[in-house]
């Protein structure tokens, strides 16, 4: 077979096409992103008429790709590991009520928050939810795993979590793909009482799932990839989970290991190999990309047995990514450092793009707001949330999807009043129109500012599920008409819009605002192709 | 045969083009490959990086470790030297001296050039200039990436033929331009040698 240059994310969803998908579900969230993208760029995946359109956010894509799993088909779907908090419902009682199509939940976890608010490890969300768990080193066994995770999932009839992590996800290498299978037909599930989670048939479906555990635990000892590769120096053994391995094994030229590994690809962990790598060897370490999840196990509350290194006992850092140099710390191995970088190399942060949207609707904010002072601005999830940055310094939170909103309502009735809210178009249909309803019902003294681009802007310009709909939303919701205004966000507006922002900051209800431009970013991309059409017609 | 690259940049310069350029030729030639990209948040117009190991034997880590860096290939002076800890002793400097600046605090030209030229070994490049000649300043990453070319350990012709891949659905005019592009920056770089 040919191999093909692939990003971990890549290598996943030709996977999932391989692999006989019918859907993928998902919202965009980095480093998760390019998996959806790569589906809906896929001629085959066109061909086989592969449902591939981004959902309104996690939770209904977890739900969605759960329907397609009852109707017999096989389903993805494809999140950040923040937006696993979001899908947490539907994602733990999707291990109550079992798989029927194979049904494969891709959780992408971002350690050292390249991209993300926190650095929170998805496999605590399997362990939680009691389902089978992979964790890939490498960009083939992200291939490899996802292909196996459906056929795990329909054998069990149970959901399979795929656990990355940022490096895996944006890394391409050379990938080899394997034979591709056919859709599943349309099947019912055998008991139609099986996706019925009222507590009487919920109790016999839990203690189903808790009866699953051994065979799942049998499943990570059979499928190859926990296994224990043999090493001379047993005073030290290694456990290493997903990419943590690839970092052990650059720290040995030609690949040869000096203590035995123990190599994680799958949970429940297989305690028999654990066991036998922890008594034949002095000392465990164990390496993470994430948090001591096994460390903690390993070492117990009271930490009495063996000495467990790790994350825990300071022998690595606590939190952020793992790297070749930090584990070669880990085995007492001297690290070459290059020259140090010159003072007058200056912080290059990321910013809004030059003739963004946001900056002119953010300027009009801060100026109808000085006479109020600063602090009263909460914000949200989106490229804006870097207007909280010099020179804008505009916004003074940014928590989790949609929490402008409530915050907002929240410092309202505790006497912050005005009270603003600035939250993104696809944020807003994401997480903010709940909050919003909850504003209307509240009578609450804010001001809503959906910041219109037109698009998913910081994840790189994907379709919004809000586009064309905010103004009706806003309406349906209950906002009064005279309190909904869109405004132009240029500068040669300005004054227009400090005049509206100033109004409606004084109305004592819910106001709605939306600066209304397209991103820079997805105009030129659209600018550009127009004209490569043009030259190519010519 | 073993090459790890860091190409460095600002969001949107380019960087990873030239990464898919090396990429493709050294698959054509057969080697191992792993290619660490920055996307998300930093790429808005922040400083990126992109880790790039090739190598005739399969690669472990995405990551390069700190100071085994073969090469440093950066489209911007100041982001030359921001990966310093991760290059090898030995290592070489490819870069653009075109300033990208969108910070305040941006240092001075003449004291950023000084700092590049402590280094013992570099290529300086007006890959702007460069690119312009052959007709468009777009082209300004194509100019660096042949700067690299002597040093990459690929054989040119791999090269050439990744670019026409690369830019193959923009028409001959386009793949013109960049082969032209190469190849000025190679010349470049053989004479500073």
């Known amino acids: 077979m040919q191999k093909l240059l692939l990003l971990g994310d890549e290598a996943i969803a030709q996977a999932a096409i391989d692999g006989g998908i019918s859907g993928i579900y998902a919202y965009p969230g980095t480093p998760s992103t390019e998996i959806m993208e790569y589906v809906q760029a896929s001629k085959t995946a066109k061909e086989n008429n592969i449902r591939a359109l981004w959902s309104a956010n996690e939770k209904t894509a977890m739900e969605s790709a759960l329907g397609m799993s009852y109707a017999g088909k096989r389903a993805m779907v494809c999140m950040k590991h923040v937006g696993l908090n979001v899908a947490a419902d539907a994602f733990v009682n999707a291990a109550i009520t079992g798989a029927n199509g194979g049904l494969v939940i891709v959780a992408a976890d971002d350690p050292s928050m390249h991209s993300s608010q926190n650095e929170q490890d998805s496999r605590f969300y399997g362990k939680f939810a009691l389902i089978p768990m992979l964790e890939p080193s490498n960009q083939q066994e992200a291939y490899d795993m996802t292909r196996y995770a459906f056929e795990l999932s329909e054998r069990m009839r149970i959901p399979v979590l795929l656990r990355i992590t940022t490096r895996l996800a944006h890394s391409r290498t050379g990938v080899e793909c394997s034979d591709p299978e056919k859709q599943n037909e349309l099947k019912l599930p055998d008991n139609l009482r099986q996706f019925v989670l009222l507590p009487a048939i919920a109790r016999k479906q839990y203690r189903e799932l808790l009866g699953k555990q051994t065979q799942m635990e049998a499943a990570s000892a059979e499928s190859g990839y926990n296994r224990i590769i043999a090493g001379s120096d047993k005073n030290l053994g290694i456990i290493a989970c997903g990419l943590s391995f690839n970092y052990l094994l650059e720290n040995y030229t030609n690949g040869k290991l000096e203590h035995p590994v123990l190599k994680i690809g799958q949970y429940p962990l297989p305690l028999d190999l654990v066991n036998e790598l922890y008594e034949s060897c002095e000392e465990i370490l164990v390496l993470e990309d994430g948090y001591p999840v096994i460390e903690e196990l390993l070492r117990g509350m009271l930490n009495k047995g063996k000495k467990i290194k790790g994350r825990l006992d300071g022998t690595l850092p606590r939190d952020g990514e793992l790297n070749p140099v930090i584990v070669g710390f880990a085995l007492g191995k001297k690290h070459l450092q290059g020259s140090v970088v010159p003072d007058l190399v200056k912080n290059r942060p990321p910013k809004l793009c030059d003739g963004c949207a946001h900056n002119d609707a953010f300027l009009a904010l801060n100026e109808a707001l000085a006479s109020y002072g600063r602090g009263r601005v909460f914000s949200d999830i989106g490229c804006y949330t870097l207007s909280a940055l010099e020179p804008l310094e505009a916004i003074n939170s940014c928590v989790d999807m949609g929490a402008s909103i409530t915050m907002a309502i929240g410092a309202a009735d505790a006497g912050l009043v005005p009270a603003v809210a600035a939250i993104g178009d696809s944020t807003f249909t994401h997480s903010g129109m709940t909050g919003l309803l909850d504003a209307v019902n509240n009578n609450s003294p804010i001001t809503v500012i959906i910041l219109d681009n037109s698009t998913t802007g910081m994840t790189g310009g994907q379709t919004s599920s809000a586009f064309g709909k905010i103004d009706n939303i806003v309406r349906g919701l209950g906002v009064s008409e005279e309190h909904i205004k869109v405004l132009k966000p240029l500068h040669k507006y300005h004054d227009e819009n400090v005049a509206i922002i100033k109004e409606e900051l004084e109305y004592q209800g819910v106001s709605v605002l939306i600066p209304r431009r397209e991103c820079i970013q997805t105009l030129n991309r659209r600018m550009r192709q127009k004209a490569m059409a043009k030259t190519m017609n010519i | ?193």
């Not at chain 2, 300004?140 to 350990?153: I, R």
Request: glycine share 8%; proline share 4%.
């Open chain 2, 1 to 193: 045969m073993k090459k790890d690259i860091i190409l460095a940049g600002v969001g949107g310069q380019g960087i990873l083009s030239i990464a898919a350029c090396i990429g493709l030729a050294a698959l054509e030639e057969s080697l191992f490959l792993k290619q660490a990209e920055v996307h998300g948040m930093s790429q808005r117009g922040g400083a990126v990086q992109s880790n790039l190991r090739l190598s005739s034997d399969p690669v472990a880590s995405d990551l390069i470790p700190a100071g085994k860096a073969d090469l440093i290939i950066a489209v911007e002076p100041m982001e030359s030297l921001r990966y310093l800890p991760m290059l090898d002793h030995s290592g070489w400097i490819i870069t653009s001296i075109n300033p990208f600046i969108n910070i305040t605090d941006y240092p001075e030209m003449e004291q950023l050039m000084k700092e590049i030229w402590k280094l013992p070994r570099y290529i300086t490049l007006d890959a702007n200039s460069m690119a312009k000649d052959c007709g468009n300043i777009k082209a300004a990453n194509m100019v660096v990436l042949g700067a690299a070319t002597p040093f990459l350990g690929l054989e040119y012709s791999s090269i050439e033929s990744a670019v026409k891949k690369l830019f193959n659905n923009k028409g001959d005019e386009i793949i013109e331009l960049n082969l032209k592009a190469v190849q000025m920056g190679r010349e470049h770089a053989l004479k500073q040698m």
